[in-house]
C-alpha cells in the first residue's frame, strides 16, 4: 500500500503543479460524497482565473506604458488644459477629484491626465491632503472621504451557513441510497403491518442518516470558521503612514486616499498610488502582472500598483485607490477562492480510502448476493420465482440496505478529513503559541524536519540593540551608559564629533520624530535605532543635522552588499560620501583613517592590522559590529555616476550587543534531543557568529563554522564533506542560504525549515520545505514567501511550530490505525456471517452508528490530542518515513484478529453461553449483545489507540476534555439506543448480566492491546 500511496497523485509538501493536484482527484474512484471529500481543497478553477487577470494586467500595463511615453513626447512643450469636471457630491464633500478618475490615472499609468491635474502635489491638493502632513484624522472628514472613495478591503465570499454544509452532508451517495431504501421500507412496512408498527424500520434508518449528518455538518461548519478566522490573520499587514504629521503604523484595510505612506525595501504597495520623494526605487510587479522584470519609480513614472513588492530604495507614496477599485483587489478575490493546496497528507489518506472503497465495494457487492441468493433459490425451488409477497420484498430490501451500509463503513470518507480536523485544530493552539500558518502542508511537515536553519539576529537574539563600545580616533571606549556617552563626547576633537554625527544621521534607514505625546521617537531597524540613539546620547540633533546637508543620492542596505552609501550635496558646493556596513568590507575600502588629533592619516599595515584585531576582539565578545568611513568626492563627480567603493576615511568602528533570547539554549538541546540539527546561518562577522553560536548551544566541538565567501569557491565534492559539518555560515550571502538549503535537500534528503526576514531570504523561504518568517522583523515580501510566520520572533517558537507538526503527524496516525480497525472487523463480521448463516447480525441503523463513532468522532477524540513532551524525544519521521508503519499494521491485525474472534465466539456460542433459545424474541437479543459489545470494543479500542507504542495509554487522558467528552457521549447514547431505541435500532434492552459481559468483552481488547504491542516489528 504504502508504494502506492507514494506515487498517488505525486502531490508536494508545496508548489506542486495543477497538473498533479488534478491527477489525484481522477485517482479517486470510490467517493461517496465529492462536495465534502474535495471541500478543503484548492479550487484550480478560480486559480485559472486569476491567472487570466495576471496576464491581463500585464498586457494592459503594457500598453499603457506605451501610450504614456507617445503621449509625453506628443505634449512636451504644450501646455495643456483638463476637460475633466468635478462631480456635485465630491465637491460637497470637499474634495476636487473623484474615485474613477484618480483610479485611471494610476491604473492606466496616464502621465498626460496627470501633468493636467498638477502632477502628484496637484492631486494631494485636490484630495485636501497635505504630502508633508498626511491626513488631518477628525472623524467627520475620515468618514466623507470613505463615503467618496471607499474602504481598502476587497470583497470576501460570505460565510457560508450551517445549513449550506447539512445539504452537502446530504449529497453523499450511500446516504441517499439509503434514503431510498428507508423510503420504500416505510412505504412497504406502513401497507403490510400498518402505522406506527411498520415504520419503525424506515424511521429508524431515517434518524440514523439525519443524526450522522447533522453531527458530520456540526463538525464540517466549525472548520470552516477556524480557517475564516487564520485567513483574517494572514492578511494582517501594518504600514507606516504619516497622519497629522506625525508617523503612525496602521491596518493596511484602515488606509484612505490621500494618506502619505512610508514605504521600504521589502515592502508590499499597500494602495494605488503616486511616488512623492524618494531613492533607488525598484518595484518587483510579478505578483500582479506575472512580469519579473523590476521597474524603475521615480518622478518621471511615478505610478504604484497596490500588491507590487518594493525590491530596492524606499519613498513616500500618496494614496490614490484604495480596495476593490484597484487591480489587486480583484486579483485577491478572485485568489481568496482559490483556497489552499491539499496537503501530502491529505492526499495519501484519500489513496488510502480509495483502495479500501474498492474493496468494501467488492465485499458489498459479494454480500448482497450471498444474502439474496438464499431466498431467490428458496423462492426458485418452490416455483414462486414471479410471485413476491410484501415480506419478501422488504427482505430483499433489507439485504440490500445492509450492502450499502457495508459500503458506508467499509469507504473510510473520514480518513481524509481527519487530517483537516486535526490542522485546523493545531493552526488555532498555534496562533495562541505565537505561530501564524499560512500553508496548510507545512503543520504536518514541519513534523518531519530534520534541519533547522536559524537567523541569529532577532531569532536567536532579543533584537534589543544598543552600542555599548567604540573605537574612534584609535581608542576603545566603552559606552554602555549615558554618563559614558557624554563623557566621549566631551573626549573627541569638535571635528570628529560633527562628522560622526553627519554619518549617522544622513546615512540611515531609520528616523527620528516626534510621537503624538511630543516624546522622541527612533523609527528603523533595531540595528539602525541604535546606532541613532548613540547619536542621541552624544548630543546629536537629527532634524538640525539633516538640514545641513542635502542627501543627493542613497544606495540603501541589501544582504549582498552589507554596505548602504549615502551622498551629500555640502553647503559650500561639492559632493562627500558616507558609507556604512559590515566592517572588515567598509574599513577594507578605507585607505585613511582619523587619528587622535582628530586629523586624517593614512591608513597603514600596521594601523590596518589594529583596527582588524579591535573588531575581532569586539566580535568575540558577542558584539555586532560596524564601520563608518566618508570620503570627500573630487570636482566633476556626477551623482549619475556609481558611488566608488575605495578610497574612504574611517571615522568609527561600533559594537552592537544583542543579548541571546532566554530559553534558546533549552530550546536548541530539545532539537537535539528530538533529532533535528540546527544551524545558524547570519551575515554575521564569523567571530561574533561563533561567540553567540557557542552560548546558544548550536557549535559543538566536532562542529564547523565556515564564512559565505569561503562556502561558496568549495567545490561540489568537498561541499558533500563539508555541508553536513557546518553549523554556522557566516557573512553568508542570500545566495549561500539558498544553496545551503538546496544542497541539504536534494543531496542529504533533509527536510529543511528556514528561517528568514529579509527581502533577499525570499528563494530560501521558497525553496525550503518548511519557510519560517519573522512577524516583527519580516517583510513583507519574506513573510509571502514564508509557510509560517513566526509573530514573535523567537527562536523557541519555532520549536513549538515543530512539536505541533509531529502531533499533528502522529495523531492522524492513530486515527487511521483505530479506523481502519473498525473497518477490517464490520467488513468481516458482516461478510462471513452472511456467507456462513445467511443474515448480518449488524443492521443498517447499527452500521451507520458504528460509522459515526469511527469517522466523525473518532476523528474529533483522536485527531485532536494536545501534543507532549515525549514528541520530541524521538527522531523525526524525515522524508522516507513510511506513514502507515509496521507498528500500525501489527496493532491493526492484532486488534482486528481478536474483535472477528470475539464477534465469531457471539454469533456461533452466544445462545449456549447466555442461555438463550431459538425464538426470534432471542435472536434480538443475541443481535443487540453483538451490537454492544462490537460498539464497546470500539470504544475501548479508542483508548488503546491513543499510544501506538507506549503501554501505558491512560497517562493524560482525563486532561483531554474532547477526548472524554466523545467517549462519554458514546457510552451513553449506546446505552439510550439499547434500552430505549428498540423499535428503531432493532435492539432489545438487556438485563445486567449481560450490559457487564459486553463491556467486558470491549475491555478485555486492552490488554490484548497492550500484549500486541510487546510483539517486536521493524520500525518502518
Not at 239 to 266: M, W
Not at 506 to 512: I, L
Request: glycine share 8%.
Amino acid at each position: 500500500m504504502e508504494s502506492y500511496l507514494e506515487n498517488f497523485g505525486d502531490v508536494k509538501g508545496k508548489n506542486s503543479s495543477d497538473e498533479a493536484l488534478r491527477r489525484w482527484r481522477k485517482l479517486c474512484s470510490v467517493v461517496k460524497n465529492p462536495k465534502r471529500r474535495f471541500r478543503f481543497t484548492a479550487n484550480l478553477d478560480k486559480r485559472g482565473e486569476a491567472q487570466a487577470i495576471k496576464h491581463a494586467n500585464h498586457e494592459k500595463l503594457r500598453v499603457a506604458v506605451l501610450v504614456s511615453k507617445a503621449a509625453l513626447q506628443f505634449i512636451h512643450g504644450l501646455k495643456l488644459r483638463s476637460e475633466y469636471v468635478v462631480p456635485e457630491e465630491v465637491k460637497a464633500a470637499g474634495f476636487q477629484i473623484c474615485a474613477d478618475e484618480l483610479g485611471s490615472i494610476v491604473e492606466g499609468h496616464d502621465s498626460k491626465k496627470l501633468i493636467t491635474h498638477g502632477g502628484a502635489a496637484g492631486i494631494a491638493d485636490k484630495l485636501a491632503t497635505s504630502p508633508t502632513d498626511g491626513l488631518s484624522t477628525d472623524e467627520d472628514s475620515m468618514r466623507r472621504r470613505q463615503d467618496i472613495y471607499g474602504i481598502n478591503k476587497f470583497t470576501e465570499s460570505d460565510i457560508r451557513s450551517f445549513w449550506v454544509f447539512v445539504w452537502e452532508a446530504l449529497q453523499d451517495t450511500t446516504l441517499i441510497i439509503l434514503a431510498v431504501c428507508a423510503f420504500v421500507s416505510l412505504v412497504v412496512g406502513i401497507v403490510m403491518e400498518g402505522w406506527p408498527k411498520g415504520a419503525h424500520d424506515g424511521l429508524g434508518i431515517v434518524a440514523s442518516i439525519l443524526l450522522v449528518v447533522f453531527v458530520t455538518a456540526t463538525s464540517d461548519y466549525r472548520q470552516s470558521l477556524q480557517f475564516k478566522d487564520l485567513d483574517k490573520e494572514k492578511r494582517k499587514i501594518q504600514v507606516q503612514v504619516t497622519r497629522k504629521g506625525f508617523r503612525q503604523r496602521i491596518s493596511i484595510y484602515d488606509l484612505l486616499p490621500g494618506d502619505v505612506v512610508n514605504l521600504a525595501i521589502g515592502d508590499q504597495v499597500p494602495a494605488d498610488g503616486l511616488f512623492i520623494s524618494g531613492f533607488s526605487l525598484l518595484i518587483n510587479e510579478s505578483s500582479l502582472t506575472g512580469e519579473s522584470e523590476p521597474v524603475i519609480v521615480n518622478e518621471d513614472n511615478p505610478f504604484l500598483l497596490s500588491g507590487t513588492k518594493v525590491q530596492d530604495g524606499s519613498c513616500k507614496m500618496l494614496v490614490t485607490t484604495v480596495g476593490m477599485r484597484t487591480q489587486w483587489g480583484k486579483l485577491m478575490a478572485t485568489l481568496s477562492e482559490g483556497g489552499d493546496d491539499e496537503t501530502p497528507l491529505q492526499v495519501k489518506l484519500n489513496g488510502v480510502a480509495t483502495i479500501i472503497g474498492q474493496i468494501g465495494l467488492f465485499f458489498a457487492v459479494i454480500t448482497f448476493i450471498v444474502l439474496s441468493q438464499g431466498l431467490i433459490g428458496q423462492k426458485y425451488q418452490d416455483g414462486k420465482l414471479l410471485s413476491w409477497s410484501g415480506d419478501n420484498a422488504l427482505a430483499m430490501l433489507e439485504h440490500f440496505a445492509i450492502a450499502v451500509t457495508i459500503v458506508v463503513v467499509a469507504v473510510p470518507e473520514g480518513l481524509p478529513l481527519a487530517v483537516t480536523l486535526s490542522l485546523a485544530f493545531a493552526m488555532k493552539k498555534m496562533m495562541n503559541d505565537k505561530a501564524l500558518v499560512r500553508n496548510l502542508a507545512a503543520c504536518e511537515t514541519m513534523g518531519s524536519a530534520t534541519t533547522i536553519c536559524s537567523d541569529k539576529t532577532g531569532t536567536l537574539t532579543t533584537n534589543h540593540m544598543t552600542v555599548v563600545k567604540t573605537c574612534i580616533c584609535g581608542n576603545i571606549r566603552e559606552v554602555n551608559n549615558p554618563q559614558n556617552a557624554s563623557k566621549l563626547c566631551s573626549e573627541l576633537p569638535e571635528n570628529v564629533v560633527k562628522t560622526l554625527l553627519e554619518s549617522i544621521f544622513n546615512n540611515t534607514g531609520g528616523e527620528v520624530v516626534i510621537n503624538q505625546d511630543g516624546k522622541y521617537q527612533i523609527l528603523g531597524t533595531p540595528t539602525e535605532t541604535a546606532i541613532l540613539e548613540f547619536a542621541m546620547s552624544i548630543g546629536g540633533n537629527f532634524k538640525a543635522k539633516r538640514a545641513e546637508t542635502k542627501i543627493a543620492k542613497v544606495e540603501p542596505f541589501n544582504s549582498t552588499k552589507k554596505r548602504m552609501c549615502v551622498l551629500l550635496e555640502l553647503a559650500e558646493g561639492g559632493y562627500r560620501a558616507h558609507c556604512k556596513g559590515a566592517s572588515e568590507i567598509v574599513l577594507a575600502a578605507c585607505d585613511k583613517f582619523i587619528d587622535e588629533t582628530g586629523g586624517v592619516a593614512p591608513l597603514d599595515k600596521a594601523t590596518a592590522d589594529k583596527l582588524n584585531g579591535i573588531i575581532d576582539s569586539f566580535a568575540s565578545e558577542a558584539l555586532r559590529t560596524l564601520c563608518l568611513a566618508y570620503r570627500e568626492m573630487e570636482d566633476g563627480f556626477s551623482i549619475e555616476e556609481q558611488l566608488p567603493l575605495q578610497g574612504y576615511t574611517c571615522i568609527a568602528i561600533v559594537g552592537i550587543k544583542d543579548p541571546v533570547r532566554p530559553g534558546v539554549r533549552e530550546s536548541v538541546a530539545i532539537c537535539r534531543s528530538a533529532g533535528v540539527m540546527v544551524r545558524m546561518v547570519t551575515g554575521d562577522n564569523i567571530n561574533t557568529a561563533k561567540a553567540i553560536a557557542r552560548e546558544c548551544g548550536i557549535l559543538t566541538e566536532d562542529g564547523l563554522a565556515i564564512e559565505g565567501p569561503e562556502f561558496r569557491e568549495k567545490s561540489l565534492e568537498e561541499l558533500l564533506e563539508l555541508v553536513p559539518k557546518i553549523q554556522v555560515m557566516a557573512r553568508s550571502s542570500p545566495l549561500d542560504k539558498h544553496t545551503l538549503v538546496k544542497h541539504l535537500r536534494t543531496t542529504f534528503n533533509e527536510v529543511v525549515a528556514v528561517t528568514g526576514d529579509g527581502t533577499n531570504d525570499a528563494p530560501a523561504l521558497h525553496e525550503a520545505d518548511i519557510g519560517l518568517a519573522m512577524g516583527i522583523a519580516g517583510t513583507e515580501v519574506a513573510k509571502e514567501s514564508a509557510d509560517v510566520i513566526i509573530l514573535d520572533d523567537n527562536f523557541s517558537t519555532i520549536v513549538t511550530v515543530a512539536r505541533w507538526g509531529r502531533s499533528v503527524y502522529v495523531n492522524i496516525q492513530k486515527f487511521v490505525q483505530f479506523q481502519l480497525t473498525v473497518n477490517v472487523v464490520a467488513l468481516l463480521v458482516n461478510f462471513s456471517s452472511a456467507c456462513f448463516t445467511g443474515n448480518a447480525p449488524l443492521t443498517a441503523v447499527q452500521l451507520l452508528w458504528v460509522n459515526m463513532i469511527m469517522d466523525t468522532l473518532g476523528a474529533l477524540a483522536l485527531a485532536t490530542e494536545p501534543p507532549n513532551d515525549d514528541l520530541m524525544k524521538r527522531e523525526p519521521v524525515g522524508r522516507t518515513g513510511k506513514f502507515i508503519t509496521n507498528v500500525m499494521w501489527r496493532n491493526i491485525f492484532g486488534q482486528s484478529i481478536y474483535q472477528f474472534v470475539v464477534m465469531w465466539y457471539l454469533q456461533t456460542q452466544g445462545k449456549t453461553f447466555f442461555g438463550l433459545g431459538d425464538s426470534d424474541s432471542d435472536n434480538i437479543v443475541l443481535n443487540t449483545i453483538i451490537f454492544n459489545s462490537f460498539v464497546f470494543c470500539q470504544v475501548f479500542n479508542e483508548i488503546s489507540s491513543r499510544e501506538m507504542e507506549k503501554l501505558n495509554v491512560l497517562k493524560g487522558m482525563l486532561h483531554n476534555y474532547v477526548f472524554m467528552c466523545v467517549l462519554t457521549s458514546t457510552a451513553v447514547f449506546q446505552f439510550i439506543m439499547v434500552q430505549f431505541l428498540g423499535e428503531f435500532a432493532n435492539t432489545t434492552p438487556l438485563t445486567g448480566h449481560q450490559w457487564l459481559a459486553s463491556v467486558l468483552l470491549g475491555l478485555v481488547g486492552m490488554p490484548i492491546a497492550v500484549a500486541v504491542k510487546l510483539i517486536p516489528v521493524g520500525s518502518s
